[in-house]
């Protein structure tokens, strides 16, 4: 019988090139030789991961050969396959089933002739025991169920005559898996058991015992193999087949609409973003003891920028994986819920909030498509019943990366502008790799969601610059982790540019509005932005104005305490006259020059520094209604001078409560000159995105041609080395073992006659087998050409694995020239 390891002795080179090329598992790390590799390709997790890539209908064809395989010799036929699967009345295509058998062949799940194939022994360890649903033979079952199928005749008429309940206890267990629970004892003729009963003692179902059940007591029950396929005379021996995937019909959207729709949702993710990490910025989150964000601080969060609570658990995760959240240790006391630690924007929020929308988008969606998070499990319950929260752990899954581009590889495949249901996609999923998709078509909805509340898709189908994107993705995962690939952490982008201007952000770019560097201001007061602003003009109104709603045309509006603010971060009057006549396109209407005018009058006529704090103006009127003023009665102010009021108060807090009084003081220094504030900003320590990181953290690195035959190469001086190893001469393998039973040094007689050896090898450069004893005390043997003997060392060259290796002399147990 020729192993595996003889059959992948016997292959080109090409051949084992392409088969690591399919199974690049097999090569990581590099098997020493063939038949350590043979070893590999049959081990459960090898055998898992082919199996994982396979469609329905290849596994069905595999589910074929198991069951056609020989008992006795374990084999099966390409022939025997085809008469199965496309036996009288099936209209299976014959082609399909080759090729299907081809690929397993290719993958080398199915190995030798076409006449005897033998399936690799990790299958039966992977796969279900019972092959295509079909429970095991009834000679391995029970003697008396095995003389029944062995009369078809009366097979036929026990089945005629099974009642109706018994028979859809049949079909449904033919329909697979095979075996049922066996029910609870019941009087005869009661209950689920009267059936049961019924198929039991008519010799229909075998009683077996589960692997958990109690020894010797059986515990469900089993159809035999040939009853199932009797009952599958409709649809087959291995059920129903789908040779070829399932149509995607879906909507054909006209494309340039699907762009449209999906730039707009694009840059509503970008917006919903910002505002999510500005709010942390004005008031940080604190960071749960078992990590991520409260349920209330969740909330807090959707208030303020008017989210659904899953919307901004997604946005959040994708901003933390983008690296533009971050945590902020606590020097001092702890916050709330006793955490130490605060979740704020990162120091890199800045760079990536003066970038242009396209450029802020495409580093949202690349960290998107690579964070190991399913955000859909927020808000679920965990395996200890309590609630999983945004940025938790336990929303971890190395799986998703996969599940994404699984999806998104089903829409980048259809026409542009088709729109598939989430229900086409899901079932088309599940044809082409089932074992991947089992238990995941949750996850597989969430990332259609996912897609479309980000812009990826529009109107359900994957957008333009969509596409490109997904391009660019594919085209990193092709190198990842090579030496020198990117260490910088900033990867080419598909056209070869580095860094911006991405072919996906240059789609982007045309699709969006183009920023605007002006506003127009109207008589209320409100301003009113034309488009998404420009980076300088965001600033500018984020200093002067509050902003009231956002969407394709932004409005904000001017009012004293925004002045005020403005004047406070040092801007003059006249600054904020320049600026409204030079950014609005409609003049400046007067309330608003009065209304500048105004606070600026009063700003700055009052001054604060620290007595507590001192309270000084030139005009003694106004101090005097300070002092008088009921609403500052806690600040306990005294009148030092006709033009001075102190408190024991500190500077903070006299500012405020002067400005809550309707005042509009400034603070100044110890010389007298006014001190010009900005609001404080906080940022975590910068962070990395996931993008810039493997984008699969379970994807197996794609090997290049000229690699994968250095592989091979590799691998075959290495099976030649030990192949050579098994045969070297007993003299060698057994010197040094006295009485063959363990390692020893050389006797003087054995060592003077080695050496005589070896000098004649030097001589003649003959290929000698060298005994030694290594530094672990084992006895080994090598085949090489002695270059040199002298001080000790006999220095040799092995040129299988072209090394030169040096021997101690006196560890040397005997030497025989090869033959």
Same mark, same amino acid.
């Given at each position: ?11 080109p ?6 088969l ?15 038949s ?8 459960r997790?090898?055998?898992?991961r082919?199996?994982?890539g ?21 084999e099966?036929a ?5 008469t199965?699967?496309a ?36 299958v039966?360890?992977?796969?279900s ?14 003697p ?11 097979l036929?008429r ?8 018994a028979?859809?206890?049949?079909d ?14 019941a ?19 075998v009683?077996?015992?589960?692997p958990?059940?109690l020894a ?7 159809l ?74 969740l ?30 240790d ?23 909030r003066?970038?242009s ?18 955000v ?5 319950r965990?395996?200890?019943?309590r ?9 971890e ?7 994404r ?9 259809l ?10 996609v899901?079932?088309l ?13 949750a996850?597989?909805?969430e990332?259609l969601?996912?897609?479309a509340?980000?812009g ?44 911006g ?11 969006l ?8 201001v ?9 488009g ?17 709603s956002a ?18 971060a040092?801007y003059?009057?006249e600054?904020l006259?320049?600026?409204f ?31 507590g ?11 005097t ?11 306990s102010?005294?009148?030092?001078? =006709?033009?001075?009021l ?6 903070? @807090?006299?500012? *405020? /409560?002067l +400005?809550? #009084?309707g005042? &509009? $003081? ?8 006014t001190?010009?504030?900005r609001?404080k ?16 953290p ?7 041609? =000229? ?6 190469e590799?691998?075959? @001086?290495?099976? *030649? /080395?030990? +192949?050579? #190893?098994?045969? &070297? $001469?007993?003299t ?40 030694y004893?290594?530094?672990h ?17 006999l220095?040799?060259?092995?040129e ?15 030497a025989?020239?090869?033959?």
């Open positions: 019988m020729t192993t595996l390891a003889d059959h992948l002795r016997a292959l080179d090409e051949a084992l090139a392409a690591f090329r399919l199974r690049p598992d097999l090569v990581v790390p590099v098997p020493t030789d063939l350590a590799l043979a070893v590999r390709a049959q081990s997790v090898s055998v898992a082919a199996l994982d396979l469609d329905e209908f290849t596994l069905r064809i595999l589910d074929a050969a198991r069951l056609t395989r020989d008992p006795d010799h374990g099966t390409t022939e025997t396959i085809l199965l699967v036996g009288t009345g099936r209209r299976v295509d014959r082609a399909a089933i080759r090729s299907a058998v081809d690929r397993l062949r290719a993958l080398f799940l199915l190995y030798g002739p076409e006449e005897s194939l033998r399936i690799v022994p990790g039966d360890e992977v796969c025991p019972y092959p295509a649903g079909l429970g095991r033979p009834a000679a391995e079952l029970d008396e169920t095995a003389a029944l199928v062995a009369d078809p005749a009366r036929r026990t089945l005629l005559a099974a009642p109706p309940p028979r859809a206890i049949l449904r267990l033919a329909a697979g898996p095979p075996v049922g629970t066996l029910p609870a004892a009087p005869p003729g009661e209950g689920a058991a009267a059936p049961v009963s019924w198929l039991v003692d008519n010799r229909l179902l009683p077996v015992t589960e958990s059940g010797g007591k059986p515990t469900a029950v089993e035999p193999r040939e009853i199932g396929l009797l009952l599958r005379r409709e649809s087959g021996p291995l059920g129903p087949l789908r040779p070829t995937p399932p149509t995607v019909a879906g909507t054909a959207r006209e494309p340039k609409a699907a762009d449209s729709a999906g730039a707009g949702q694009a840059m509503e993710a970008v917006r919903h973003a910002e505002a999510l990490l500005e709010q942390l910025a004005v008031e940080p989150a604190p960071v749960l003891r078992s990590g991520g964000l409260g349920v209330r601080d909330r807090r969060l959707t208030r303020a920028t008017g989210l659904d609570e899953s919307t901004a658990a997604l946005l959040l995760e994708v901003a933390y994986a983008a690296g533009l959240l971050g945590e902020l606590l020097p001092g006391a702890a916050t709330r819920n006793g955490a130490d630690q605060q979740m704020l924007p990162a120091a890199g929020y800045e760079g990536w003066d970038g929308l396209a450029h802020r988008w495409e580093h949202l969606a690349r960290a998107w498509l690579t964070m190991t998070r399913q859909g499990l927020v808000g679920q965990d395996d200890r019943d609630p999983i929260t945004v940025l938790s752990a336990e929303a899954r190395a799986g998703v990366p996969a599940v581009r699984a999806v998104l590889d089903v829409l980048g495949d026409e542009p502008g088709a729109a598939p249901s989430v229900d086409e899901v079932d999923l599940a044809w082409r790799s089932p074992r991947r998709s089992l238990g995941r078509e996850g597989q909805r990332v969601a996912e897609a509340l980000l990826v898709t529009g109107l359900g189908a994957l957008t333009t610059y969509g596409r490109l994107l997904l391009a660019q993705w594919t085209a990193g995962e092709t190198r990842p982790g090579e030496p020198g690939d990117d260490p910088l952490g900033v990867r080419p982008d598909a056209d070869g540019a580095a860094g201007g991405s072919a996906a952000v240059r789609a982007l770019d045309a699709l509005p183009a920023p605007v560097d002006h506003f127009l109207q008589a209320d007061l409100t301003v009113v932005v034309p998404p602003p420009e980076p300088t003009v965001a600033a500018e109104l984020a200093t002067v104005a509050e902003h009231e969407g394709g045309a932004s409005v904000y509006r001017v009012t004293g305490a925004s002045v005020r603010r403005a004047l406070d040092g003059a009057a600054d006259h320049a600026l006549t030079r950014r609005s396109r409609t003049p400046v209407p007067q309330g608003l020059t009065y209304l500048i005018d105004d606070v600026a009058r009063k700003h700055g006529g009052l001054r604060v520094g620290s007595a704090a001192y309270l000084r103006s030139d005009d003694e009127a106004l101090l209604e300070v002092l008088a003023d009921r609403r500052l009665a806690p600040m102010l005294r009148r030092l001078a =006709p033009t001075v102190t408190t024991p108060h500190l500077v903070g @807090r006299l500012l *405020a /409560a +400005r809550e #009084a005042y &509009a $003081p400034v603070s100044e220094d110890a010389t007298g000159a001190v010009l504030t609001p900003v906080r940022r975590a320590p910068a962070r990395g995105s996931v993008a810039n990181r493997v984008a699969d379970l994807a197996t690195p794609r090997l290049s041609p =000229p690699r994968l035959l250095g592989i091979v590799q691998i075959r @001086r290495g099976d *030649a /080395a030990a +192949r050579a #190893a098994r045969r &070297a $001469p007993s060698v393998r057994g010197a040094g073992r006295p009485g063959g039973a363990g390692p020893g040094m050389p006797t003087a007689h054995a060592h003077t006659q080695a050496l005589a050896v070896l000098q004649q090898a030097v001589r003649d450069k003959a290929l000698v087998w060298v005994g004893v290594d530094a005390g084992a006895t080994a043997s090598r085949l090489v050409r002695p270059v040199s003997i002298g001080a000790g060392y220095r040799a060259e092995d299988r694995t072209e090394m030169l290796h040096t021997f101690a002399l006196h560890r040397i147990t005997a025989v020239l090869d033959e």
